[in-house]
């Protein structure tokens, strides 16, 4: 949403341009002195190419900080340096280019200083003039959900509310005629809602409830999910057409409705996050996209030197790369090209961030190995937009690498690589993290007994309720069949062994229905205190001696590791 910037940022922002002012004026000396040059055709090639440079990154901030003539001109200026440049003979020396060229050019400097000397003369406005920048409201996830359930009193929905109690989500059950729909009241119910769920039936009126005067934007404020007795095409298509975001024939599927509203949950509640790495060596522009970017949830790392960018990338693993394609002495084509030579990289969205318009230009610097071109100067909501939707595609292409197709969450090699990223956080910060490995109890006799299809039903069932019960910190991941590891941060080991169990007893009251018959299944649990290992592997270990020492308990429960357990086997011959 579109929102006057925060003080903090309004304030560094403010500063920032209070410093390219004052860098205007340097660079003002430079240039008219340059100018001055020109017109006694005194020039130099490697004075020539500073001045570029100079140019160049003048083109690609001016704008940015409000002077955009300033850019412009600097622009021109660059382009036609560039040529003569391009078109220095090898052996000349001072006097090129020509007369005629040389006056050309000054003419054009003098135009550049000229407006230079007009903007640095004018004071910066206060603070409370500055521009708005798009700032992202604050992330809800980790709070418990809120879904509305639309009642006309006659259909039955009593269950799925209790099965949706269970998964943790708080319900809210209203009627059409209900108050909170009025007009007053209806901004509130959206603001603290996450989905609604109803009869098909009523789709058309539900949807005039809640809709008020937004009829365009509420699907996406308010997810609407309709229940029907059958999946015929004009019944989908007249959902569809009330604005629905999803239907489910009944008896519906409870995991894969759960899944869909989690769907829903993260594109309303949680901010589009993301790593995004700026190489940059114009500082206050690049400290300009950093606050920019960070003050919409996303976190930056500025690199101004280029030569520092290898080992950056390994310690910031970013999901996004912004990069000017001229760097001092160095390429950015070329910079491209060398993180393209590691394997891990190689699916790393690099979008060169320059004043350079020149379409072929363009292309030819992204065959050098990036994907995308942004032209300098560049507004801070297209800034964000454009990072945010990247970040978020990125993140999606690494979903598929990273996640499981079932279930969503982690897989295995990732969880474990989790596990020991925590066990550094928490040793770093002091704080004590847990390894928690669940194993769904009597997994063999629910395939053997009701196939399996519902075998996966319940995997995905416990996947759900992890992650609705979970913090957003928290990382969760299946690690093999009907086994899950999650990692808890800044929890101890009592407070996880509370919060398990609550997601045990949570899971036990399950049903999952198959025909005219139902079943119930348990979990047991195993906790370990990451810090008290020297290895994340050894967490994991610990926290799977603490399961089978639970299951030989017994099962349906959750144990915390001890130094008794290490010696005993794992062998799991006794069946379990």
């Given at each position: 949403m579109n929102s006057p910037l925060q003080d903090p940022l309004a304030d560094r922002l403010h500063a920032l341009k209070q410093r390219f002012v004052e860098r205007l004026k340097v660079e003002?000396?430079?240039?008219?002195?340059?100018?001055?040059?020109?017109?006694?055709?005194?020039?130099?090639?490697?004075?020539?190419?500073?001045?570029?440079?100079?140019?160049?990154?003048?083109?690609?901030?001016?704008?940015?900080?409000?002077?955009?003539?300033v850019g412009e001109l600097a622009r021109e200026l660059e382009k036609r340096l560039k040529t003569e440049v391009e078109h220095w003979p090898d052996n000349a020396g001072a006097g090129h280019p020509g007369a005629e060229a040389c006056t050309g050019l000054a003419v054009q400097f003098r135009a550049l200083v000229a407006r230079m000397k007009t903007e640095s003369a004018e004071p910066v406005p206060d603070r409370d003039q500055a521009a708005t920048t798009v700032i992202d409201e604050a992330s809800l996830h980790g709070q418990q959900v809120r879904l509305l359930v639309v009642s006309d009193g006659l259909s039955e929905l009593d269950d799925l509310v209790k099965e949706l109690s269970r998964y943790g989500f708080n319900v809210l059950v209203l009627g059409?005629?209900?108050?909170?729909?009025?007009?007053?009241?209806?901004?509130?119910?959206?603001?603290?809602?996450?989905?609604?769920?109803?009869?098909?039936?009523?789709?058309?009126?539900?949807?005039?409830?809640?809709?008020?005067?937004h009829a365009d934007a509420w699907p996406y404020l308010m997810p609407l999910v309709c229940i029907g007795e059958t999946g015929q095409f004009e019944q989908r298509y007249r959902v569809a057409s009330a604005g629905a975001r999803a239907f489910f024939p009944e008896p519906v599927?409870?995991?894969?409705?759960?899944?869909?509203?989690?769907?829903?949950?993260?594109?309303?509640?949680?901010r589009v996050r993301g790593?995004?790495?700026?190489?940059?060596?114009?500082?206050?522009?690049?400290?300009?996209?950093?606050?920019?970017?960070?003050?919409?949830?996303?976190?930056?790392?500025?690199?101004?030197?280029?030569?520092?960018?290898?080992?950056?990338?390994?310690?910031?693993?970013?999901?996004?790369?912004?990069?000017?394609?001229?760097?001092?002495?160095?390429?950015?084509?070329?910079?491209?090209?060398?993180?393209?030579?590691?394997?891990?990289w190689l699916s790393l969205p690099i979008i060169y961030l320059s004043a350079e318009d020149d379409l072929e230009s363009q292309l030819q610097a992204l065959s050098g190995g990036a994907d995308e071109f942004l032209v300098k100067p560049i507004s801070d909501d297209y800034l964000i937009r454009s990072v945010q939707m990247r970040c978020q595609r990125a993140r999606q292409l690494s979903e598929l690498m990273?996640?499981?197709?079932?279930?969503?969450?982690?897989?295995?090699?990732?969880?474990?690589?989790?596990?020991?990223?925590?066990?550094?956080?928490?040793?770093?910060?002091?704080?004590?993290?847990?390894?928690?490995?669940?194993?769904?109890?009597?997994?063999?006799?629910?395939?053997?007994?009701?196939?399996?299809?519902?075998?996966?039903?319940?995997?995905?069932?416990?996947?759900?309720?992890?992650?609705?019960?979970?913090?957003?910190?928290?990382?969760?991941?299946?690690?093999?069949?009907?086994?899950?590891?999650?990692?808890?941060?800044?929890?101890?080991?009592?407070?996880?062994?509370?919060?398990?169990?609550?997601?045990?007893?949570?899971?036990?009251?399950?049903?999952?229905?198959v025909g005219e018959q139902a079943f119930q299944v348990t979990f047991s649990a195993g906790i370990a205190l990451i810090n008290q290992f020297a290895e994340g592997d050894q967490a994991i270990e610990a926290a799977d001696r603490a399961l089978y020492a639970r299951k030989r308990a017994g099962r349906n429960g959750v144990m915390i590791y001890d130094q008794s357990m290490a010696g005993r086997s794992l062998s799991p011959a006794d069946g379990f």
């Open positions: 003002l000396v430079s240039l008219e002195a340059y100018g001055q040059k020109l017109e006694q055709q005194d020039v130099e090639l490697e004075s020539m190419r500073n001045c570029v440079q100079r140019l160049h990154q003048l083109a690609g901030s001016a704008g940015t900080f409000g002077f955009p003539e059409l005629s209900d108050d909170r729909f009025s007009e007053t009241n209806r901004a509130a119910l959206l603001d603290n809602v996450a989905t609604a769920i109803c009869w098909h039936g009523m789709v058309e009126r539900v949807a005039r409830q809640v809709s008020g005067h599927d409870v995991p894969e409705l759960v899944e869909r509203v989690e769907t829903f949950v993260e594109e309303k509640t949680s790593r995004v790495m700026i190489i940059d060596d114009d500082r206050e522009l690049a400290e300009h996209y950093s606050l920019v970017l960070a003050a919409a949830g996303i976190e930056p790392r500025v690199v101004n030197d280029p030569a520092q960018l290898l080992e950056a990338l390994h310690g910031f693993e970013p999901d996004l790369v912004l990069m000017d394609i001229e760097l001092g002495h160095y390429s950015g084509v070329t910079l491209a090209g060398m993180i393209r030579f590691h394997a891990r990273n996640r499981d197709s079932l279930t969503r969450l982690l897989k295995h090699s990732i969880i474990k690589q989790e596990v020991e990223r925590e066990r550094l956080r928490s040793m770093r910060g002091d704080y004590p993290s847990c390894a928690v490995l669940l194993d769904i109890d009597h997994f063999k006799q629910v395939n053997d007994t009701w196939g399996h299809a519902q075998g996966d039903v319940v995997i995905r069932a416990l996947a759900n309720l992890l992650r609705n019960r979970l913090r957003e910190s928290d990382a969760i991941g299946r690690y093999g069949g009907e086994e899950f590891l999650v990692v808890l941060s800044n929890c101890d080991a009592p407070a996880a062994e509370h919060l398990v169990g609550r997601i045990l007893q949570n899971f036990s009251e399950l049903e999952f229905a």
